[in-house]
C-alpha cells in the first residue's frame, strides 16, 4: 500500500528516526462501519494537531516522555471498497513493528483495526491478555451484515483470548448470553467501579503477565470526551483511566495499544487535547515502567 497521508508529528517531535524510536505512533483513519455520529476517519490527525500543544515535562512522572524517541508512522491510506484487505494491512504493519520491537500506539479511526492488530499479536504472542476500555462490549458476531464492524471489534479476542473489559455500560442481550456462556471473559462494569473501591486491583490481578490494551475513548463519561462516535452517560473519569493504565504498566508488559472512536468535533478542540495529552501520558507511562 503505497500511498501516504501526510500528517504533523506527534508532539512535535520530528528528529528522531524510526530505527531509533522506541515508541512509533501509528495514524490509521479507518472509518466503514460507523453506525450513529460520524468522522473518526478525522481522529487520528486531530489528535496529532492537538498534541503540538502539549509540555513534553510530565509532572506526575517527573520526566520527559519523548525522550525515549518517538516516531509518527506515514498513515497508509487504507481502501475503503473492501472490509478485508485494510484489516490485513494493518495485520501486516503490526507484525512488522513487533519484529522490530517498537512499542506501537495506534490512533483509530473506528474499533475495527482492533481486529487486525489482535490477528498480529495472537499470531506473534499466542496466548495474552487483552484489556478493553470502552462503553460498549464490541462482541456482536455480526452487525449489519458483517463480522468486520466495529461493534465486533472484540468478538473474535474473546472466543480465543483471556478478555478483560472495563467500563461497560450499553450492550445487547446477545452479547450479555455470550459472556455468561465464556470463562475466558471478565467485564467490570462501569457501575461495578463506582461501588467497588478495590476494582483497580481486581482488573490487574485478571491480567496475565503479558497485556494488549485496545481504549475506545467512549469509556470516559462524555462530560469529558464527548467527542465519539456512541457516547454513553455515567461513564469513567481521567483518573479512573489513567490511573488504571498506570497500575497496568506498572504490574504488567504491555504489548501495545490502540486508542480509537476519536470523532473531533469542529471548533471544540479540548477534547482533541485531552485525548494527545492522554496518550503522552501512556508514553510516559512506558517510559517509567515498562518491562521490555
Same mark, same amino acid.
Given at each position: 500500500?503505497?500511498?501516504?497521508?501526510?500528517?504533523?508529528?506527534?508532539?512535535?517531535?520530528?528528529?528522531?528516526?524510526?530505527?531509533?524510536?522506541?515508541?512509533?505512533?501509528?495514524?490509521?483513519?479507518?472509518?466503514?462501519?460507523?453506525?450513529?455520529?460520524?468522522?473518526? %476517519?478525522? +481522529?487520528?490527525?486531530?489528535? =496529532?494537531?492537538?498534541?503540538?500543544?502539549?509540555? &513534553?515535562?510530565? !509532572?506526575?512522572?517527573? #520526566?520527559?516522555?519523548?525522550?525515549?524517541?518517538?516516531?509518527?508512522?506515514?498513515?497508509?491510506?487504507?481502501?475503503?471498497?473492501?472490509?478485508?484487505?485494510?484489516?490485513?494491512?494493518?495485520?501486516?504493519?503490526?507484525?512488522?513493528?513487533?519484529?522490530?520491537?517498537?512499542?506501537?500506539?495506534?490512533?483509530?479511526?473506528?474499533?475495527?483495526?482492533?481486529?487486525?492488530?489482535?490477528?498480529?499479536?495472537?499470531? %506473534?504472542? +499466542?496466548?495474552?491478555?487483552? =484489556?478493553?476500555?470502552?462503553?460498549?462490549?464490541? &462482541?456482536?458476531? !455480526?452487525?449489519?451484515? #458483517?463480522?468486520?464492524?466495529?461493534?465486533?471489534?472484540?468478538?473474535?479476542?474473546?472466543?480465543?483470548?483471556?478478555?478483560?473489559?472495563?467500563?461497560?455500560?450499553?450492550?445487547?442481550?446477545?452479547?450479555?448470553?455470550?459472556?455468561?456462556?465464556?470463562?475466558?471473559?471478565?467485564?467490570?462494569?462501569?457501575?461495578?467501579?463506582?461501588?467497588?473501591?478495590?476494582?483497580?486491583?481486581?482488573?490487574?490481578?485478571?491480567?496475565?503477565?503479558?497485556?494488549?490494551?485496545?481504549?475506545?475513548?467512549?469509556?470516559?463519561?462524555?462530560?469529558?470526551?464527548?467527542?465519539?462516535?456512541?457516547?454513553?452517560?455515567?461513564?469513567?473519569?481521567?483518573?479512573?483511566?489513567?490511573?488504571?493504565?498506570?497500575?497496568?504498566?506498572?504490574?504488567?508488559?504491555?504489548?501495545?495499544?490502540?486508542?480509537?472512536?476519536?470523532?473531533?468535533?469542529?471548533?471544540?478542540?479540548?477534547?482533541?487535547?485531552?485525548?494527545?495529552?492522554?496518550?503522552?501520558?501512556?508514553?510516559?507511562?512506558?517510559?517509567?515502567?515498562?518491562?521490555?
Amino acid at each position: 500500500m503505497e500511498q501516504v497521508k501526510l500528517n504533523p508529528s506527534f508532539a512535535g517531535v520530528s528528529n528522531v528516526t524510526f530505527d531509533k524510536a522506541q515508541v512509533v505512533v501509528v495514524p490509521l483513519s479507518y472509518e466503514v462501519t460507523t453506525s450513529y455520529r460520524k468522522g473518526t %476517519k478525522e +481522529g487520528p490527525s486531530a489528535i =496529532l494537531s492537538a498534541s503540538y500543544n502539549l509540555e &513534553l515535562y510530565d !509532572e506526575e512522572l517527573d #520526566t520527559i516522555p519523548a525522550e525515549i524517541g518517538i516516531y509518527t508512522y506515514p498513515e497508509p491510506l487504507l481502501p475503503i471498497s473492501d472490509l478485508v484487505l485494510p484489516l490485513k494491512y494493518i495485520k501486516d504493519l503490526t507484525i512488522d513493528l513487533i519484529n522490530k520491537r517498537k512499542f506501537p500506539i495506534f490512533l483509530g479511526g473506528e474499533h475495527t483495526i482492533t481486529i487486525g492488530i489482535l490477528s498480529a499479536y495472537k499470531e %506473534k504472542f +499466542g496466548s495474552f491478555s487483552v =484489556l478493553h476500555l470502552d462503553a460498549h462490549a464490541d &462482541l456482536r458476531e !455480526e452487525y449489519e451484515g #458483517t463480522s468486520y464492524h466495529h461493534a465486533c471489534a472484540l468478538r473474535k479476542a474473546g472466543e480465543s483470548l483471556p478478555l478483560v473489559q472495563v467500563g461497560i455500560r450499553s450492550l445487547s442481550k446477545e452479547e450479555r448470553d455470550f459472556i455468561n456462556r465464556k470463562e475466558n471473559i471478565k467485564v467490570f462494569w462501569a457501575y461495578e467501579i463506582r461501588e467497588d473501591k478495590n476494582w483497580l486491583s481486581k482488573v490487574i490481578d485478571s491480567l496475565d503477565d503479558n497485556v494488549y490494551i485496545t481504549l475506545d475513548l467512549d469509556v470516559f463519561d462524555p462530560s469529558l470526551i464527548p467527542s465519539v462516535g456512541t457516547p454513553e452517560p455515567y461513564g469513567l473519569n481521567w483518573f479512573e483511566v489513567t490511573s488504571l493504565l498506570k497500575e497496568v504498566f506498572k504490574n504488567k508488559r504491555v504489548l501495545g495499544i490502540d486508542v480509537v472512536e476519536f470523532s473531533p468535533i469542529p471548533g471544540f478542540i479540548a477534547p482533541d487535547y485531552i485525548v494527545a495529552r492522554l496518550i503522552y501520558k501512556i508514553i510516559g507511562y512506558y517510559k517509567e515502567f515498562s518491562k521490555k
